[in-house]
Every structure is written in structure tokens, then in C-alpha cells.
């Protein structure tokens, strides 16, 4: 484990680390792009920390009624069983599907044992629960705004801390994010999210297609002006509409 996953090795000084890694050991799963069950996954860890991701990404999706929300994870996220009360009313469905080929860790109590000499694993894996709760806490923060443009900027700013790559012109921002993925992020149907990115990209603030994301100038600087500017994106969408349709009324 510390071999595959360096800010955990991080976390154990280089005389620790030795000792550690001869018993810090755990099985590694792999799966290919495209939907996958976790649960039986989630079983063998038994009463363990769970599913570590080491490389990857994967989208985990949550339904109810008829709406689904995504959540996406990358290498160092940790996934843990749900555990419905007894008093939950709602039913939620999850399933979850990579995005790209994807491994993961099975922690599962034969680790936690093996590790329990080394407290710092067990804080390090802790603090990543709390990172991936924190996350989900900034995406419903970003969801809760009431313009879809400022949504989606505040999205892919967001994501690019994390995956983006720096440009001369701003960041890069290479996931397999599709409109409806993007949707399901931000809470908006995929032709809300298509038109709201040809709006962007009008603009000059984001471009490119989906799977390669440019994000243009600072978020600093366009943000404020975004909001203000959002009204002039729509009205300019308006106008080009009765435009297309006297171009299908000739046709």
C-alpha cells in the first residue's frame, strides 16, 4: 500500500515506513471502463475501512424518484458501504461506473489489524473520509446557485484543483465528462448544460469539448463579471433562436 499510494507513505517517517511495508499489504481489484457492482466488493472488506482507490475514476450515481445526482472519485478516495437506518424513508438507489480503467485497495479488518501498530494509517484514511465529505459539501455549495453558468465555471474550477493541468492561457481540464455527467453534477438536464456551454464558450470562458475542458483567464477575475454578464449570454441565445427557425421554416 504505501508503494501505490505515496501521501500515505507520507505519513510514516523513512524508519516507520520500512517496518510498515512489509505488513501494509492488501489486495488490488481492477475493473475497465463502464458500469460496475462494488457490493460484493463492499462484503469481502467485511468490517475494514472499505475500497481505496489507487488509480482511476469513477462515478458514483445516486437516484431517487427520478433524478440522479454524481459524485466522482479519483485515486486516494475512499468508498465505504452504505448503511441505511432504519428510520430512512427515502429510497435511493446507487450504482457506480468507471470512467476509465480503475484499481482499488481492499482494505478490509485483515488490514486494519496488520496496520494497527501505525495509527497514522488509520488518521491518514480518516482524514480522506472527511476530504470526500468536504467535496460533496462544495458541490452542493456550487449546485445551490440559481444561474446554470456560474454553475458549470465553478464546477470545472473546482474539478481542475484537482485533476486540471496549467495552460498559458488558464488550465486544462482532461476528464471524460459528458453533458449529461456534467448535468448530473450540477443538477440540470443535458440540453440545458449544451446550451449553457456554447453560451460560455461564446464568451470566451470555457471551450473545448467534452473530455478536454479549457479553462480561460482566473476565476477570480471572471467570476463577478459572469454573474453580471449571465443575463447578456441568454439574450443573446434568444436571439439567435427565431434566427434557426426561419432557417428550418425556408428549408
Known sequence: MLDADDDLAAELDVRTRVAARQLATARVLDTQAGGCDLDPWFRAAGGGPGLLVLDGLLAVHTRIVDRTVTELLGPGDLLQPQH???????????????????RFALLDEAFDQRVLPWPQ??????????????????????????????????LLWHLAARWGRVETAGLRVSLPLTHRLLGQLVGAERPSISHALARLSRAGIVTGTPGDWHLHGKLDEHLESLIER???????GQTEQPSAGRIASRA
Open 230 to 236: 449571465t443575463p447578456r449570454l441568454e439574450q443573446q
Open 121 to 154: 494509517i488509520a488518521h491518514a484514511l480518516l482524514r480522506r473520509a472527511e476530504r470526500r465529505c468536504d467535496d460533496n459539501d462544495a458541490l452542493r455549495t456550487i449546485s445551490c446557485q440559481p444561474r446554470l453558468e456560474v454553475r458549470l465555471v465553478l
Open 84 to 102: 441505511r437506518r432504519m428510520d430512512e424513508m427515502v429510497e435511493r438507489d446507487t450504482t457506480w461506473r468507471a470512467l476509465i480503467a480503475t
